[in-house]
Nanobody, 120 residues
Framework: QVQLVESGGGLVQAGGSLRLSCVASGSIFSFNDMGWYRHTPGNQRELVAQITSSGGNTNYADSVKGRFTISRDNAKNTVYLRMNNLKPEDTAVYYC?????????????WGQGTQVTVSS
């Protein structure tokens, strides 16, 4: 059973920074990729950033490019999301997701989410 636990959310003023952490119960190297998503009421959950198992490839939503950085520490089974220059529109619940592909079938595992609130 895969468990993902996010932390690091909170209340911050616009222009501030936060670092989210996602700790997995097992080795994250076994996952094909890991990512951060966010959700606001009335909207679909959207991809914020993704990183491959090796850490060699990353992908960001246009709205966060240049401000957010995703990274991973396989030795600590942890994925991070560094968020700089935060804006009120970044306010959301942020979720960590791990994806594993087995025999061509994709399996996704989610954390419980952490709230990020950016005040203007």
């Amino acid at each position: 059973q895969v468990q993902l636990v996010e932390s690091g959310g909170g209340l911050v003023q616009a222009g501030g920074s936060l670092r989210l952490s996602c700790v997995a119960s097992g080795s994250i190297f076994s996952f094909n990729d890991m990512g951060w998503y966010r959700h606001t009421p009335g909207n679909q959950r959207e991809l914020v950033a993704q990183i491959t198992s090796s850490g060699g490839n990353t992908n960001y939503a246009d709205s966060v490019k240049g401000r957010f950085t995703i990274s991973r520490d396989n030795a600590k089974n942890t994925v991070y999301l560094r968020m700089n220059n935060l804006k009120p529109e970044d306010t959301a619940v942020y979720y960590c997701k791990a994806t594993k592909i087995i025999l061509g079938v994709s399996y996704g595992y989610w954390g419980q989410g952490t709230q990020v609130t950016v005040s203007s």
